[in-house]
């Protein structure tokens, strides 16, 4: 069949469901890559189902689980898919977006000269006055008590110990923090590829 006739016969599918945008956030596809571990963390590698059942009419993708809910299509009833693993392996890019999240996550979420986990923001490690740059490696997490205290100086002229230099993680780094900080909502049939690791430990 043509891949013209394939995506087709996949936008047949209709869910029974009355509104399909509530649907459409309600049922997003886990994407794994070829060996089965997430293509990224931090944003999840989310699909809405549409994209996914084009995929596996398409053959690019396996079905790894599925939600209860059905779809409909004139000539075929199925699933819709939760987890998809890709058939062919795509290299993960080595280097995380600077991104506020993701500076958080290689920070753990605490601040860096206390080690609070309260009221966290970001500082110029090196003020911005004073040349520093908006970098992985001069941008760290900081509570707001330790951000007001050390004011637009240096750590060393404020007297205040970074617990780490700040670098610029590996999307390999970054992941192993993220397993301890799980997003807020995770599909059942997710998290067995998200913590396979943790869950051996326990
Ligand atoms: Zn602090």
Same mark, same amino acid.
């Given at each position: 069949?043509?891949?013209?006739?394939?995506?087709e016969?996949?936008?047949?599918f209709?869910s029974?469901?009355?509104?399909?945008?509530?649907?459409?956030?309600?049922?997003?596809?886990?994407?794994?890559?070829?060996?089965?571990?997430?293509?990224?963390y931090?944003?999840?590698?989310?699909?809405?189902?549409?994209?996914?059942?084009?995929?596996?009419?398409l053959?690019?993708?396996d079905?790894?689980a599925s939600?209860?809910?059905?779809v409909?299509?004139?000539?075929?009833?199925?699933?819709? $898919? #939760?987890?998809?693993?890709?058939r062919?392996? =795509?290299?993960?890019?080595e280097?995380?977006?600077? /991104?506020?999240? @993701?500076?958080f996550?290689?920070?753990?979420f605490?601040?860096?000269?206390?080690?609070? $986990? #309260?009221?966290?923001?970001?500082?110029?490690? =090196?003020?911005r006055?004073?040349?520093?740059?908006? /970098?992985?490696? @001069?941008?760290?997490?900081?509570?707001a008590?330790c951000?007001?205290?050390?004011?637009?100086?240096?750590?060393?002229?404020a007297?205040?110990?970074?617990?780490?230099e700040?670098?610029?993680p590996?999307?390999?780094?970054?992941?192993q923090?993220?397993?301890?900080?799980?997003?807020?909502?995770?599909h059942?049939?997710?998290?067995?590829?998200?913590?396979?690791?943790?869950?051996?430990?326990?």
């Amino acid at each position: 069949m043509f891949k013209a006739d394939l995506i087709e016969r996949a936008a047949q599918f209709r869910s029974a469901d009355e509104d399909p945008t509530r649907n459409l956030s309600a049922c997003p596809t886990l994407v794994l890559n070829a060996d089965y571990t997430p293509l990224s963390y931090y944003p999840l590698s989310i699909w809405p189902w549409q994209t996914a059942i084009k995929a596996i009419f398409l053959e690019r993708v396996d079905v790894v689980a599925s939600y209860e809910r059905q779809v409909h299509s004139p000539s075929l009833d199925m699933k819709l $898919p #939760s987890v998809i693993a890709l058939r062919q392996f =795509v290299k993960p890019s080595e280097f995380p977006a600077f /991104t506020r999240f @993701n500076l958080f996550l290689r920070d753990r979420f605490t601040c860096q000269y206390c080690g609070s $986990p #309260s009221h966290l923001t970001f500082d110029h490690v =090196v003020p911005r006055r004073l040349g520093g740059k908006t /970098t992985w490696e @001069n941008i760290i997490t900081a509570c707001a008590p330790c951000n007001m205290k050390k004011g637009g100086r240096t750590p060393k002229q404020a007297g205040m110990k970074l617990m780490l230099e700040p670098i610029r993680p590996t999307s390999w780094q970054l992941q192993q923090h993220g397993r301890a900080f799980p997003p807020n909502y995770l599909h059942e049939t997710w998290r067995d590829w998200l913590y396979w690791d943790i869950e051996l430990e326990e």
